[in-house]
C-alpha cells in the first residue's frame, strides 16, 4: 500500500508541477518543464521524508482515524523551507534554475492533495475484511472494543466457543481471530474450525498476533505465554548483517552528530556550571546487552542526592539536551541509537521478579531511543519505591506502566530491521520539537 500510495503522489506531483508551469508560461514547452522537474525532484523526495515521518505513510493508521492533519501544516513548512535552501545553494554549485513561485504554488496544491486524499482514504471504506472473534481473552476484548470503531473492518460477532459460530456461513468470513489459549481450553474446538472455516478457505490467527499488526505492540496477555515468547524473540537470533549494519550506522550517526552537538553540548555544559551551580556530569549504572553493567553519560538535570530538579533541567529534558553525552556510549559501544532504553539495576531485578520475560529486554544492546519511548511514557522508577518491597502483597496493577513499556519493547525485538531503526530516528528528531496527538 506504501509503495502504490508513493507511485500515485509521485504522478500527482509531476501532474501538478506541469500544470502550474503551463499556467506560469501560457504554454507548456519541454525546455521549460523538463528542468523544472529536474529542480523539483530532490524537493518531492524531501516531502515524501517528512511525509514519512509524521505518519503520512502509515495507512494502518490512517485507516484507524488516529491520523493528526493538523502535522500537514507543519510538514509543508519543513518542506518548502528546506527545498527553497537546497534550491538556493544549489542554483550556483549544479547550475539549477530557482523556481521560487512555481516552487510555492507546486508545494500548496501537492500538500492540499496529501490531505484530501488521506482524509478520503480513512472516510472511503472500499473494502470491509470480515471479521470474526472466538474464545475468551482480555486480548480478543480489545481487539473487539478497537474493531467496532473501525471503518476498515466489518466485525461479525464474538463467540466462546467454535460451537456457538457454526450458525456463521464461512463464505462470509475472511478472517478468524482466535483466542490463543482456545483450543486447549475448549473440547474439539480444532475439529470444528477446521472442518467448517479453515478447509472452506477462511483465513486464522490468532489474537495475539492479531494483536500485534493492529497496535504495532505485543499483548499483555501474550507475556505469560512462554512458548509464543520465545517463538517469536529466539528465531531473530539467527541474524548476521543486521547487527553489522547497525554498528555501521550507529559509528556514522555518531561521526555526523558530533561536530553539530558539540559546541551545543559546550554551551550545556557552562549552563549547568554557572546557572544551576553543580557538577555537569553525571553517570549512573545500567542494565546492558546479557545483563552486563554499563556506565551511561548525562548532563544532571536534578540536584544532586535529591528528586528536585534543577533551573535548566527541565529545558534540557524537553529537547533532550542531557542525553548528548550518550554519543560517548554509542562510540563505545555500550548502546545504539535504537533499542529499549537501558533501565537501573535495582529497577531491572526488582522487574524481574513481577513480569513474565521481563529479561529478554537485555538480549539485545538497549538504545538512545527506542519503540517503547515513542509510543508510551516512560514509566515511573520502581527501584526507589522502598515501600513496595516491603509489601507482603504488590498489587498486579502496579505494573501496568512498566507491562506496556515491555509491550513495546518485546515488538522490536521481534521486528527490529535497519527501516524501523531509521524511522525510530526520524520520529525521535520529530518528537523533540513537535508533540503527537494524544488519542483515546
Not at 148 to 164: I, V
Not at 357 to 362: E, K, T, V
Not at 416 to 421: A, E, I, N, V
Request: aromatic fraction near 16%; charged fraction near 20%.
Amino acid at each position: 500500500m506504501r509503495i502504490l500510495f508513493f507511485i500515485l503522489d509521485l504522478l500527482a506531483f509531476i501532474l501538478i508541477t506541469f500544470i502550474v508551469v503551463t499556467l506560469r508560461y501560457g504554454g507548456c514547452h519541454t525546455y521549460l518543464f523538463l528542468p523544472t522537474i529536474k529542480t523539483l525532484a530532490p524537493a518531492f523526495m524531501l516531502c515524501s521524508v517528512i511525509l514519512w515521518v509524521f505518519s503520512f505513510y502509515d495507512f494502518s493508521l490512517i485507516k484507524m482515524q488516529r491520523l493528526d492533519y493538523r502535522n500537514t501544516i507543519i510538514a509543508f513548512a519543513i518542506s518548502l523551507l528546506g527545498s527553497a535552501f537546497g534550491i538556493y545553494f544549489g542554483a550556483s554549485i549544479f547550475n539549477m534554475a530557482t523556481p521560487k513561485l512555481i516552487l510555492i504554488s507546486v508545494f500548496i496544491i501537492y500538500f492540499s492533495y496529501i490531505y484530501f486524499t488521506r482524509k478520503a482514504y480513512a472516510s472511503l471504506t472500499f473494502y470491509r475484511q470480515k471479521i470474526l472473534l472466538l474464545g475468551k481473552s482480555d486480548t480478543l476484548k480489545l481487539i473487539e472494543k478497537t474493531l467496532r470503531k473501525s471503518r476498515a473492518y466489518k466485525l461479525l460477532g464474538r463467540f466462546e466457543t467454535p460451537q456457538e459460530a457454526q450458525k456463521i456461513s464461512p463464505d462470509n468470513v475472511d478472517l478468524i481471530i482466535m483466542g490463543s489459549k482456545m483450543l486447549q481450553e475448549t473440547e474439539n474446538a480444532w475439529a470444528v474450525i477446521s472442518t467448517k472455516f479453515l478447509n472452506k478457505g477462511v483465513l486464522l490467527t490468532t489474537d495475539y498476533n492479531f494483536h500485534e499488526e493492529l497496535f504495532k505492540c505485543s499483548s499483555k496477555g501474550s507475556l505469560k505465554d512462554n512458548i509464543w515468547i520465545l517463538r517469536g524473540v529466539a528465531s531473530r537470533q539467527q541474524e548476521h548483517f543486521y547487527p553489522v549494519i547497525k554498528r555501521a550506522m550507529d559509528i556514522i550517526f555518531c561521526l555526523i552528530l558530533t561536530p553539530v552537538l558539540l559546541p551545543l553540548g559546550i554551551v550545556t555544559y557552562f549552563m549547568i556550571k554557572y546557572i544551576d551551580g553543580v557538577s555537569p556530569f553525571f553517570f549512573q549504572e545500567r542494565i546492558g546487552k546479557n545483563e552486563q553493567n554499563i556506565f551511561i553519560y548525562k548532563f544532571r538535570t536534578m540536584k544532586p542526592g535529591t528528586e528536585e530538579i534543577t533551573k535548566t533541567g527541565n529545558i534540557l529534558r524537553r529537547f533532550r539536551l542531557d542525553e548528548i553525552p550518550q554519543l560517548i556510549n554509542i562510540f563505545k559501544g555500550d548502546i545504539s541509537i535504537v533499542g529499549p532504553r537501558p533501565i537501573w539495576n535495582d529497577e531491572y531485578y526488582f522487574l524481574n521478579k513481577y513480569l513474565p520475560c521481563h529479561n529478554i529486554r537485555s538480549i539485545i544492546k538497549p538504545g538512545l531511543t527506542g519503540w517503547a519511548q515513542l509510543n508510551f511514557k516512560a514509566p515511573p522508577t520502581y527501584c526507589v519505591q522502598e515501600n513496595l518491597k516491603n509489601m507482603e502483597h504488590i498489587p498486579d496493577s502496579t505494573f501496568d506502566a512498566a507491562k506496556t513499556r515491555l509491550c513495546y519493547d518485546i515488538w522490536y525485538i521481534k521486528n527490529r530491521s535497519f527501516f524501523l531503526d531509521v524511522e525510530i530516528m526520524f520520529k525521535t528528531a520529530k518528537r523533540a520539537f513537535i508533540k503527537d496527538k494524544k488519542f483515546d
